[in-house]
């Protein structure tokens, strides 16, 4: 049975850093993309960065240059270091894996899921 465990969110003023981990177990993580997505109260659930198991990393527009994704495949994590944190990132954050083909950036094609953390960044 697969499951990923998200740690690390909670409150933080706009302008802060916070660092989201992904603990998967049941999964070999190193044949997997990792993903982080977010939803913001009322709104669908989007890409926010994403680790292949290749070694490529990809980020949304809105987060580039600001979001760190690393991972760490003899741990089976998948971090997220969120730095200059603004209001709209104010969202539930939720660790995805997928193993096989699918966009990398799509909900739909990631099998396995996190329960979710919150992030609130507050003015």
């Known amino acids: 049975q697969v499951q990923l465990v998200e740690t690390g969110g909670g409150f933080v003023q706009a302008g802060g850093s916070l660092k989201l981990s992904c603990t998967a177990s049941?999964?070999?993580?190193?044949?997997?993309?990792m993903t982080w997505f977010r939803q913001a109260p009322g709104k669908d659930r989007w890409y926010v960065a994403v680790?292949?198991?290749?070694?490529?990393?990809f980020y949304a527009d809105s987060v580039k240059g600001r979001f760190t994704i690393s991972r760490d495949n003899a741990k089976n994590t998948v971090s997220l270091q969120m730095n200059s944190l603004k209001l709209e990132d104010t969202a539930v954050y939720y660790c995805?894996?997928?193993?096989?083909?699918?966009?990398?950036?799509?909900?739909?094609?990631?099998?396995?899921w996190g329960q979710g953390t919150e992030v609130t960044v507050s003015s």
């Open positions: 995805a894996a997928k193993i096989g083909s699918g966009d990398i950036t799509w909900r739909s094609s990631y099998a396995y």
């Open positions: 049941g999964l070999d993580a190193s044949k997997a993309d």
């Open positions: 680790s292949t198991f290749g070694g490529d990393v």
